[in-house]
């Protein structure tokens, strides 16, 4: 069992920057493709970005390349949202996950192909 608990969510102005963290408890979590997913208001949930095993292949919503990046420290078991460039729009619950396998799909990672979710933490971006 992995649990997943993210921090650095918080309020701020269009243009700022915020970093979410997860930690990961257990030994497995360098086995696991990660990710962020998002969930605003009356919307179905959606991967943000995904980093696989070891680091070397991310994937990106079309909407944040450019200016949110994924990391992963496999010994600290955590990976990390930096988010630079914030808008109203990425306002939502952001969620951390732990894929089903090593690996990326083409589509990064989908809910379906989640193995383990953390409790969500909220980002507010104002105008």
């Known amino acids: 069992q992995v649990q997943l608990v993210e921090s650095g969510g918080g309020l701020v102005q269009a243009g700022g920057s915020l970093r979410l963290s997860c930690a990961a408890s257990g030994r497995t979590f360098s086995t696991y493709a990660m990710g962020w997913f998002r969930q605003a208001p009356g919307m179905e949930r959606e991967i943000v970005a995904a980093?696989?095993?070891?680091?070397?292949?991310?994937y990106y919503l079309d909407s944040v390349k450019g200016r949110f990046t994924i990391s992963r420290d496999n010994a600290k078991n955590t990976v990390y949202l930096q988010m630079n460039s914030l808008k109203p729009e990425d306002t939502a619950v952001y969620y951390c996950?732990?894929?089903?396998?090593?690996?990326?799909?083409?589509?990064?990672?989908?809910?379906?192909?989640?193995?383990?979710w953390g409790q969500g933490t909220q980002v507010t971006v104002s105008s």
């Open positions: 996950a732990a894929g089903q396998t090593p690996l990326l799909a083409t589509t990064g990672l989908t809910p379906r192909g989640i193995k383990y």
């Open positions: 980093i696989d095993w070891r680091g070397d292949r991310t």
